[in-house]
């Protein structure tokens, strides 16, 4: 609806109309006298001196975006839509949306509420021990939609889509769910750097400038009579429902539902389907079904560690034998290893001064011994440097299996590769400690992996700046002492045969140059070339690297595998 569309320009106070002095003081004495429609008369006929001024709506460097300023101060009155909520067993009103300016509303009821409004309250209790995947899933699929939702909508990282066409389906779905689809052009979503994951998103569908309908209910009489009342209507019998504004806003909130990825691939468009999970209103407009109405709906992307919970339910009946057994609470599968290391009762490091205690021996020994196991212990108490210890003594442990598999039991046997030792932390500050420790050790090659948001920040092509999030800009940047094993370095400098390409591609993006055609099938830092990527990645780190920092988030991305 081209009305509700947001405009550039001035943002001007629409509920405060500014009269001159003289038509203010005439229109006070009417009140005074209790002449009312004498007041209302000297307002409609008085010319009106104009708006106040609030804020603007200017157009950002990249085309897709508009940037809003607001000033607001004491007394200045803000547009709201009102809808009912249910507290303690009452019905009572409930601020829905905040109408900014025309064109730009804001959800206030998933914000407050998404759990209401994207998912559901868990109801059950977790457990210590359980009997089978299916159990473990039915307890705790509703917990991890319920943190799904809210940390999906704190993130406060939507994207909102103007002027959409929806198609409605004509039946429901088995829960009586409203359910339908629209389309994405694949050119529109690259031209404004839409790139989230379609399967795992939350929507605000919105339905703007829709009349009043006809009064139907005995509450909404009574308030058609109160009308009746006022000062407007004197001496009239009957009288249209005076509300001001006149139009409301439809919202509903739904859900996206899977959709094949390799459909979408062959084709220019994306489409989107939905439920609608939940309304605040019982009566749905019929202008939706209108094939003119166009909606406003907001992308509301899951966060990529819920994504991945999810999904980690989804498959833990075809998970490993010590995944389910771990998170079954049942005993872990016992690993069989002979060594000689095993047998050792301190695993202080060669050479070091540095003199371990009797549990940390005894924590590394059960880690390198059982397949699981996890140790735990206050600030201060040596866990960082028992993790070192543990990589250093797994490393031994691997060089023993390499010497073991060097003779073939047959001619066709290959020898197989060194196994690799995959470090993860939470944060990139604690990976970045445990990266400096090993670097010190004699024999041991770490390799340190950021994300690809820490790689674009320091060589940027162009568009890669939308695709940061405003959290990525102020993490943490590699450190420099580092430099000699982080990945996207070690990419630019020999022996990787593709080095040159790369460097000489980051100066021409430094001088501002746009991309040829050649630099998207050559050139491995654009995401256009996953096979040269690849090629590139996995140059340095073939048979050098015998163990890889990344953080958490990383285990399960392609650049971490490319890695390996």
């Avoid at 709906?297 to 919970?309: H, S, W």
Wanted: proline share 5%.
């Amino acid at each position: 609806m081209k009305e509700h569309s947001l405009k550039e320009g001035p943002l001007r106070n629409r509920s405060v109309t500014l009269f001159g002095t003289q038509t203010w003081q005439e229109v006070l004495a009417a009140i005074r006298s209790e002449k009312f429609e004498t007041a209302a008369s000297l307002l409609q006929k008085s010319k009106e001196l104009g708006q106040r001024h609030m804020g603007w709506v200017r157009k950002s460097q990249c085309s897709h975006y508009r940037e809003l300023s607001l000033e607001l101060s004491a007394g200045d009155p803000l547009q709201f839509q009102l809808t009912t909520d249910i507290c303690r067993g009452f019905l009572v009103p409930f601020v829905q949306l905040w109408c900014v300016t025309p064109g730009f509303d804001i959800c206030l009821q998933h914000t407050e509420k998404p759990i209401d409004c994207f998912s559901a309250y868990a109801t059950l209790l977790s457990k210590d021990k359980y009997k089978h995947a299916a159990e473990y899933n039915k307890i705790w699929m509703p917990m991890t939609a319920m943190e799904s939702a809210l940390c999906a909508v704190a993130k406060n990282d939507s994207i909102v889509l103007h002027d959409v066409e929806i198609s409605w389906a004509k039946q429901r779905t088995s829960k009586g769910q409203l359910q339908g689809s629209f389309v994405l052009n694949k050119s529109f979503m690259e031209e404004c750097s839409i790139e989230v994951d379609f399967n795992h998103c939350y929507l605000c569908i919105r339905l703007g400038g829709l009349k009043l309908g006809s009064l139907q209910s005995d509450e909404e009489c009574l308030s058609h009579s109160l009308q009746n009342l006022t000062f407007l209507n004197k001496g009239r019998s009957e009288s249209n429902f005076v509300v001001d504004p006149d139009t409301y806003t439809w919202v509903a909130h739904g859900v996206t539902e899977e959709f094949s990825e390799e459909k979408s691939e062959r084709t220019a468009q994306h489409t989107m389907s939905f439920y609608i999970h939940y309304m605040s209103m019982e009566n749905i407009p019929v202008e939706i079904s209108h094939a003119s109405a166009r909606f406003t709906v907001e992308l509301i992307p899951k966060m990529l560690p819920d994504v991945r919970k999810e999904k980690a339910l989804w498959r833990l009946s075809r998970a490993s034998d010590l995944a389910k057994s771990i998170t079954l609470g049942h005993e872990p599968p016992k690993k069989v290893i002979t060594s000689k290391i095993l047998q050792q009762k301190s695993f202080d490091l060669p050479g070091s001064c540095r003199r371990l205690n009797q549990s940390q021996n005894q924590a590394i020994l059960n880690a390198l011994r059982k397949s699981f196991t996890v140790i735990q212990g206050p600030p201060g108490t040596g866990k960082t440097v028992v993790g070192t210890h543990i990589v250093y003594w797994f490393h031994k442990l691997n060089e023993e299996t390499v010497e073991k598999d060097q003779i073939p039991a047959s001619e066709k046997e290959k020898p197989k590769g060194r196994k690799c030792i995959l470090y993860c932390g939470p944060s990139h500050k604690s990976v970045d400690v445990v990266a400096e420790m090993l670097l010190k050790m004699k024999n041991l090659k770490p390799l340190r992996v950021y994300g690809e948001a820490i790689e674009t920040m320091e060589f940027p092509y162009p568009g890669s700046n939308r695709n940061l999030y405003r959290r990525a800009l102020r993490d943490t940047t590699p450190k420099q002492e580092l430099s000699d094993i982080i990945l996207h370095y070690r990419i630019r400098r020999p022996p990787n045969p593709y080095w040159k390409e790369i460097v000489n591609f980051d100066a021409r993006m430094r001088k501002r140059e746009e991309p040829g055609e050649a630099d998207f099938g050559c050139v491995p830092p654009l995401r256009h070339c996953p096979k040269e990527r690849s090629a590139a990645i996995a140059s340095p780190c073939e048979k050098r690297f015998w163990a890889i920092l990344a953080r958490s988030q990383l285990t399960q991305t392609r650049r971490l595998r490319e890695s390996q």
